[in-house]
């Protein structure tokens, strides 16, 4: 026979202003299988515990129903009180009358009788709770980082320094991501190179870290602490233990003009190639679409002139198997590419160049050596026109939201052009200075007052070339919509961040939920930004969102922190609310008929097949199987049951029935 | 067969562009397409009535929709772009509102359904002219064009869904049929100065004025519209627009479908280029194409165009 103590919280003046406390305490003494019912100031204070600790001794209570806050709030410290007295916490549960009743209705007896009618529900509930006990899983204490950007190598060293192993994996022949090819920084100006390439080098001499460079995501299974994932590891056409990264082969490679994609298409690269002098890890690839040799069947240039032999035609993609317990995504972003603005020329006129172009002109290791020259004619330009918000924030365009680094790094641009071309005049086309961050408003105020960049608020209309000149049509919306007209030499687009091409092929690979932009959506906006809805898995930097340079960093340091603190368990404890499969032994009386519809509708792949074999060995039947480790438990299977065979535990059908009844028989 | 399609001139095709709905004609006869005008309709409100009543400027529009469909029209062609615009943003606005399209059912007293297909010249001319013009030609277009489209036929762009805003290049393809070079300009949706042509002439004269500049400082010789507005105000304003300009100029000012019916052969009488203001040499334009071979019914000669 059941025996319930029912406690019920005033919350201070939160729920005790508005219902009458003593009397829903002195109704639910009442109720069928209620021993104990008291009410009480703070039950989550001391006192307030100490009172559901003795009350649990005293009365020999099988089940608690603690009605005050949300169980979000409070139910693990209600829970914890009961463990320490004894009880399973599991036969704890929390009626909510504060957010569900005296937070939303007037002082009444109305709102007296719902308080008392949200205990008796529980208290029926309670009733057919049964004593759970906590999961536990092991933990495999390597974790993958995918993507080596800046968030990527962040939180690759983090994870590393902090006693980890690390497996690094990215597509690109060379880790560094964007921000190798920035010039300089926002708000310090200082050198992009100077600060990452030494953290490029620390990740690949870092004992803990396994670096795949050209490498990609196959595949991935398995659950937080437990991931079976697969990487492809694209033939790089050389043996890397042999190849000493002399660059003889780049120089002699007759395939000499592919547009770098380094330098943004202003510089050509060769066939077989290293991204950029300072990469990380510093050996070539063969870009085996331009190789004259996969193309033709004749070449072997670089074979020839290899002093070490390293050149290997024959390789082919190898698929690997790593485990791992958990992964952080650092996939970042890419700029949105030309077409989208039939009306400022992109693609059209040589002249018009995205904001990432511009950093690659300004850049000391660039096509220019840093000074900035227009692509058409190599002319230093005496007017250059930035035109902010390019894509962003622009409904009609299909993006609306605000890419965020685009008004400092056109700031910067301004700045950096009028360091570089004392007599040239920089504009700013904007429809709002966005500069939140520590120096940040300072930093645009200094391009505007100082270096003299003018600013102009409106918008481009369109722009046009002549007489080698780019004519751009805007307005002035401060000085009441004035029509603008300006000959600029070169613009510069600040083009919209927008989330990788294939990020959500990705995102499904790794059943991470992502938006509708395609950036990776994390568990909650704002207690959760680092994590993901699949536990385990992690964000860091602008694959969640754009995101500048010090928000990257810091994201990855929070994923790594995430990251080490799951592994600073030997094993896990989870929530054991999961489905369960009727299967009351023997097994072979389960009401499972195996139709397998659960395991299609499972969102997290949770549900798996089980043979119950007899004693001869043979297969006398096959039911569902729920890997407590995997699964969320969401219920979906459990509404999608034919036979009524899969329970919520915690939440049954039992129990839920119970509550419902408890309502319809007021 | 003659094919029937329904057709609304609209005001300015009876009275400012009667050479446009003079081209509009002959060349559709000339094509055995047959233009029913909607009968008893109206003024489509345009300009005026929705910047003071918007129930008046959908009810106006609604009036002409639902003549044409009493009169079972499915599809209407509408030359003028201001008319298209109009009937166009009538049509989206009670489509997607049932409370509208009974208010303006109980105003003009007869029943809307809105899926009458509107047509304008271009996509009148790409549907029904297009197909038959390898046959129908007579003449190339020999020169250098400007298309011109103004504002009203592509814009707003979520509501007429044709061709690119920024950039249309619909005219364009036609003419480059025709054997013409166009050529490419930023001006192809550049503000003409519009209804400002009455009370601001001069400013007109300013806003057409660059218009035409730049059609001739990237040498075209003719200017291609498709919208009696941008007509009036780059022909009939032409002496404003020569005095900002500070020059003579005699760039003519084409309706498309003067262009096409020149290439067909058609006579100025029949395409109306009679009409204008900044004058039109007859066979400036065209060369005799070599006649298609099965086409011995219909021999047109340079002389008969004359």
Redesign the interface.
């Given at each position: 026979m059941a025996r319930i103590g029912v406690f019920i919280c005033h919350c201070g003046e939160n729920i005790g202003a508005t219902v009458d406390c003593f009397s829903v305490a002195a109704e639910a003494a009442k109720l069928p299988g209620v021993v104990y019912s008291v009410d009480y100031k703070y039950m989550c204070s001391d006192p307030g515990q100490s009172k559901i600790k003795d009350a649990i001794h005293e009365h020999k209570l099988t089940g608690v129903v603690v009605s005050a806050c949300s169980p979000r709030m409070h139910e693990p410290t209600f829970r914890k009180a009961c463990a320490e007295a004894g009880l399973n916490p599991y036969r704890c549960e929390m009626a909510n009358i504060r957010e569900h009743c005296s937070w939303v209705h007037e002082k009444g007896e109305a709102t007296t009788k719902k308080a008392f009618d949200l205990v008796r529900t529980l208290v029926e509930k309670v009733k057919n709770n049964h004593s759970l006990e906590p999961i536990k899983v092991p933990v495999n204490k390597t974790a993958i980082v995918i993507g080596g950007g800046v968030a990527g190598i962040q939180a690759s060293l983090d994870i590393a320094n902090g006693g980890h192993k690390v497996i690094l994996v990215e597509r690109e022949p060379s880790i560094g991501g964007h921000m190798s090819q920035l010039s300089e920084t926002f708000p310090t100006l200082d050198c992009s190179q100077c600060i990452l390439t030494p953290r490029m080098v620390e990740i690949a001499q870092h004992p803990n870290i396994t670096l795949y460079t050209y490498s990609e995501l196959e595949s991935m299974d398995g659950f937080i602490g437990n991931f079976n994932v697969r990487i492809r590891r694209k033939a790089k056409s050389i043996d890397e233990k042999l190849c000493t990264g002399c660059g003889l082969c780049c120089t002699k490679c007759p395939t000499k003009k592919i547009p770098s994609e380094f330098e943004q298409g202003l510089a050509n690269r060769t066939a077989i190639y290293v991204p950029f002098p300072q990469a990380v890890p510093n050996k070539p690839v063969i870009d085996r679409t331009n190789c004259r040799y996969f193309q033709t069947g004749k070449c072997k240039v670089c074979q020839k002139f290899c002093p070490t032999g390293a050149i290997r035609f024959e390789q082919e993609d190898e698929i690997i198997e790593v485990k791992a317990g958990a992964i952080v995504l650092a996939t970042g972003f890419e700029v949105k590419d030309a077409g989208f603005f039939p009306e400022y020329g992109y693609g059209k006129y040589k002249d018009v160049i995205t904001g990432l172009q511009f950093e690659r002109l300004a850049s000391a290791s660039g096509p220019t050596q840093g000074e900035i020259r227009r692509p058409s004619d190599g002319k230093i330009p005496e007017k250059v026109v930035f035109i902010a918000c390019a894509g962003s924030r622009d409904p009609a365009k299909g993006i609306s939201y605000c890419s965020k680094i685009c008004c400092m790094y056109t700031a910067k641009h301004a700045m950096l052009y009028k360091h570089k071309v004392h007599e040239g005049t920089p504009y700013v086309f904007y429809m709002d200075i966005r500069a939140a961050g520590k120096n940040y408003d300072e930093f645009t105020r200094r391009a505007i007052e100082e270096d003299g960049a003018k600013y102009i608020r409106g918008r481009v209309s369109n722009l046009y070339e002549k007489d080698r000149k780019l004519i751009v049509r805007g307005a002035d919306t401060l000085l009441g919509g004035k029509p603008v007209e300006i000959e600029a030499d070169m613009v510069v687009l600040a083009t919209a961040a927008v989330s990788c091409k294939d990020s959500e092929s990705l995102a499904q690979k790794l059943h991470v939920s992502y938006d509708s932009y395609h950036f990776f959506a994390e568990a909650h906006p704002k207690l959760k930004p680092v994590e993901t809805n699949t536990a385990g898995i992690f964000l860091a930097g602008a694959c969640q969102a754009p995101k500048d340079i010090p928000e990257s960093v810091a994201a990855a340091s929070g994923a790594a922190a995430k990251v080490i603190g799951l592994f600073s368990n030997n094993e896990l404890t989870r929530e054991p609310v999961v489905a369960k499969i009727n299967q009351t032994p023997p097994p072979v009386f389960s009401t499972c008929m195996g139709c397998e519809l659960c395991m299609q509708i499972c969102p997290y792949q949770a549900i798996d097949k089980e043979e119950i074999k007899n004693r001869n060995g043979e297969v006398i039947k096959t039911i569902a199987k729920i890997n407590p480790g995997l699964c969320q438990g969401c219920g979906t299977c459990v509404a999608f049951c034919k036979s009524k065979s899969i329970d919520l535990e915690g939440y049954s059908n039992k129990q839920i029935y119970a509550e419902v009844m408890a309502v319809i028989n007021d | 067969m003659k094919k029937k399609l329904g057709f609304y001139p609209g005001c300015s095709l009876e009275g400012t562009a009667k050479e446009y709905s003079e081209s509009v004609v002959s060349l559709s006869e000339q094509f055995d397409i047959e233009l029913k005008q909607i009968p008893d309709w109206n003024c489509c409100g345009a300009t005026a009535a929705h910047n003071l009543n918007k129930t008046l400027s959908l009810v106006l529009p609604s009036r002409i929709l639902a003549q044409a469909q009493k009169n079972e029209m499915k599809e209407i062609v509408v030359p003028c772009a201001a008319c298209y615009n109009r009937l166009s943003v009538t049509q989206y606005e009670l489509l997607k509102n049932d409370q509208l399209k009974a208010t303006v059912e109980q105003a003009i007293d007869m029943p809307l359904n809105t899926s009458i297909r509107i047509l304008n010249v271009i996509q009148f001319i790409q549907e029904y002219i297009l197909p038959e013009i390898p046959e129908k030609l007579s003449h190339t277009f020999d020169k250098k064009v400007a298309c011109y489209y103004g504002c009203l036929l592509v814009r707003p762009h979520?509501i007429l869904k044709f061709d690119?805003p920024?950039?249309p290049q619909f005219m364009d393809e036609i003419m480059q049929m025709l054997g013409a070079e166009t050529i490419d300009?930023?001006f192809k949706t550049e503000c003409c100065g519009a209804g400002l042509s009455v009370s601001r002439t001069e400013l007109v004269g300013k806003l057409s004025g660059k218009i035409v500049r730049e059609a001739l400082?990237r040498k075209a010789e003719a200017i291609i519209v498709a919208c009696p507005m941008c007509h009036a105000n780059l022909d009939m304003r032409r002496p404003a627009i020569d005095q900002y300009l500070e020059m003579k100029t005699e760039i003519p000012v084409l309706y498309i479908t003067q262009a096409i019916g020149m290439a067909c052969g058609l006579n100025e009488r029949q395409t109306g280029t009679r009409r204008h203001l900044v004058k039109v040499i007859g066979n400036y334009f065209t060369k005799t194409r070599i006649p298609v071979e099965n086409n011995e019914n219909n021999p047109i000669t340079v002389e008969e165009i004359i």
């Open positions: - | 979520n690119r920024e950039s300009w930023p400082d």
